[in-house]
């Protein structure tokens, strides 16, 4: 069983374009997480959502907006791609906001050509 | 503000070597600590982690120890197999909050037959 599942696994598009990107968690966590991965490895918070709640949002673009419709998934819902943009997105969920461990989904690679 | 330092690489080593890899971390409360692993073309994978001073982490024979005098987190193996080549993360958890994980930059290890 696939515990946390991200949709597309790859993803390429034009400037400009608008994208979307879905990700579901089927282990009851409360809380969900999208991550950036730039062409260095470089992992970098980007959001997190608690109970269907924005907690953080870290100096990301408005052109970059999450969406909760439950507790068991968060969409990243990107506008007007940039080439900057070009990365591999994850997503990731936790049991609660305490100092637990996070699981991570498989990643969306994204090329904007 | 949090950050984590882990040696850079790629670390390229002989099969049944012994392995050690590097982390310090800076924070402002008393974080948790983890070790993720990367295999390519993967999402990141728990490794080990411990959630305070002293504690130590273990798994599939890695093993890492929260030295809070140091503010290290070093990922030690004793004989390492081909299986073992992966990208490396430490990462840290300060808090209770939704907070991200603030990871290094990861090591990618190269493991020779």
């Known amino acids: 069983d696939t515990a946390v599942s991200q949709t597309p696994k790859y993803l390429v598009t034009q400037m400009g374009n608008d994208k979307s990107i879905k990700c579901e968690q089927n282990l009851g966590h409360d809380t969900m997480y999208w991550y950036k991965q730039d062409s260095k490895k470089f992992l970098k918070i980007m959001f997190s959502y608690n109970n269907k709640e924005l907690i953080i949002n870290e100096t990301v673009p408005n052109r970059f907006s999450p969406k909760s419709p439950d507790k068991a998934h968060l969409n990243l819902h990107i506008n007007s791609l940039e080439l900057g943009d070009s990365a591999v997105y994850f997503c990731?969920?936790?049991?609660?906001?305490?100092?637990?461990?996070?699981?991570f989904g498989p990643g969306t690679r994204l090329t904007v050509l | 503000g949090n950050s984590v330092t882990q040696m850079e690489g790629p670390v390229t080593l002989s099969e049944e070597a012994f392995l050690t890899i590097n982390c310090t971390y800076t924070?402002?409360?008393?974080?948790?600590l983890f070790w993720y692993v990367q295999y390519p073309g993967e999402g990141l994978q728990l490794l080990l982690k411990?959630?305070?001073?002293?504690d130590k982490g273990s798994n599939k024979g890695f093993e890492a120890t929260y030295r809070k005098e140091t503010t290290s987190f070093h990922l030690e193996k004793g004989s390492v197999q081909v299986s073992d080549s992966a990208v490396y993360f430490c990462?840290?958890?300060?808090?209770?909050?939704?907070?991200?994980?603030?990871f290094g930059k990861g090591t990618h290890l190269i493991i020779q037959p």
């Open positions: 411990a959630t305070k001073a002293d």
């Open positions: 990462a840290l958890k300060d808090g209770g909050g939704a907070d991200g994980l603030t």
């Open positions: 990731a969920s936790s049991p609660g906001t305490a100092n637990n461990e996070q699981f």
């Open positions: 924070a402002t409360g008393y974080p948790s």
